[in-house]
């Protein structure tokens, strides 16, 4: 292991310490003084699954990158109640906090997030516009609802279905297809749900995003149902307009990759992503 590991305690808001490890460049390795913060999404802990934030917090930190990854109130080895994404900005500030006090003089951070980590990375930019945070890699962002579901599963599940011969084969013979048309219906009229009147947090993750001036990296896996939801939620959101536009914006497509990226090939093409987009973004200021 071509890097360094130190735990770090992180005092958090109410009182509720965290814990998190700082993955160093080696003593020999010319280290970068932006730092990446990775923003544990879902029930997991800093370790992620199948030591997914593990492998890249030191395939990052032997390229130069001091790196945290830590785990929130709640989960791992962090005392507390459980923390809704929703409402980890303080959580978050924190842990920039912890990075940027840390003897290795990080000032900067860019935020990667899998999942609604993602979504708490955009949240936290909403809420606080914190002038310390120059990127975002986020991959496979969460923005599910009822009539999003619905309308993803409409357009990249049943239209396939419906053109498939076989389909229509299993209908005229008595099988499973009026189990998928009447799943068919039951999307079309959750999709015509009306929205609640208060702000959504996929409406503050637009937010966030329209007002970040920095660079994101988006990663979306090919094969997961939520990469799917993100870019059909943004395409048809008013608070979204031009998204795929922004400045500064970069888009790769993980070619046959799951929700976690668990293969050993969807690992590395992340790891290398998230490496080639650093390095041009953060070697004028190391």
């Not at 997030?113 to 986020?138: E, F, I, K, M, N």
């Not at 970040?212 to 943004?234: K, M, N, W």
């Not at 795929?244 to 090939?265: E, F, G, M, V, Y």
């Not at 070697?283 to 190391?286: A, C, E, I, K, V």
């Given at each position: 292991?071509?890097?360094?590991?130190?735990?770090?305690?992180?005092?958090?808001?109410?009182?509720?310490?965290?814990?998190?490890?700082?993955?160093?460049?080696?003593?020999?390795?010319?280290?970068?003084?932006t730092g990446v913060v990775i923003v544990v999404g879902g029930?997991?802990?800093?370790?992620?699954?199948?030591?997914?934030?593990?492998?890249?917090?030191?395939?990052?930190?032997?390229?130069?990158?001091?790196?945290?990854?830590?785990?929130?109130?709640?989960?791992?080895?962090?005392?507390?109640?459980?923390?809704?994404?929703?409402?980890?900005?303080?959580?978050?500030?924190?842990?920039?906090?912890?990075?940027?006090?840390?003897?290795?003089?990080?000032?900067?951070?860019?935020?990667?997030?899998?999942?609604?980590?993602?979504?708490?990375?955009?949240?936290?930019?909403?809420?606080?516009?914190?002038?310390?945070?120059?990127?975002?890699?986020?991959?496979?962002?969460?923005?599910?609802?009822?009539?999003?579901?619905?309308?993803?599963?409409?357009?990249?599940?049943?239209?396939?279905?419906?053109?498939?011969?076989?389909?229509?084969?299993?209908?005229?013979?008595?099988?499973?297809?009026?189990?998928?048309?009447?799943?068919?219906?039951?999307?079309?009229r959750t999709m015509r749900q009306k929205s609640p009147q208060?702000?959504?947090?996929?409406?503050?993750?637009?937010?966030?995003?329209?007002?970040?001036?920095?660079?994101?990296?988006?990663?979306?896996?090919?094969?997961?149902?939520?990469?799917?939801?993100?870019?059909?939620?943004?395409?048809?959101?008013?608070?979204?307009?031009?998204?795929?536009?922004?400045?500064?914006?970069?888009?790769?497509?993980?070619?046959?990759?799951?929700?976690?990226?668990?293969?050993?090939?969807?690992?590395?093409?992340?790891?290398?992503?998230v490496r080639d987009w650093l390095d041009p973004l953060v070697?004028?200021?190391?």
């Open positions: 292991m071509n890097c360094q590991e130190q735990p770090l305690v992180i005092p958090g808001p109410n009182a509720q310490d965290m814990l998190g490890i700082v993955s160093l460049p080696a003593p020999d390795t010319p280290q970068s003084t029930a997991q802990y800093r370790a992620g699954s199948h030591r997914q934030f593990v492998q890249l917090a030191r395939f990052l930190a032997a390229a130069g990158y001091p790196v945290l990854r830590f785990d929130f109130p709640g989960m791992g080895d962090s005392p507390g109640d459980p923390v809704p994404f929703e409402d980890s900005a303080p959580h978050i500030a924190a842990a920039i906090d912890a990075l940027c006090s840390h003897p290795m003089k990080v000032n900067r951070a860019v935020l990667w997030g899998l999942c609604d980590g993602a979504s708490a990375s955009l949240l936290y930019l909403q809420a606080r516009h914190d002038p310390r945070v120059t990127g975002l890699v986020l991959l496979n962002p969460w923005v599910r609802s009822d009539a999003g579901l619905a309308r993803a599963r409409v357009k990249h599940y049943y239209r396939q279905r419906l053109l498939e011969p076989a389909f229509w084969r299993k209908l005229v013979a008595g099988g499973v297809g009026w189990q998928a048309l009447r799943g068919l219906g039951s999307n079309l208060t702000i959504t947090f996929q409406e503050r993750m637009a937010q966030g995003w329209q007002a970040f001036p920095g660079p994101i990296l988006l990663l979306l896996s090919e094969r997961d149902l939520t990469a799917l939801e993100f870019v059909e939620h943004a395409n048809t959101r008013s608070g979204w307009v031009g998204w795929s536009r922004k400045a500064a914006l970069i888009r790769h497509t993980l070619p046959l990759a799951d929700h976690t990226c668990s293969t050993p090939q969807s690992q590395q093409s992340v790891q290398a992503l070697r004028p200021f190391t």
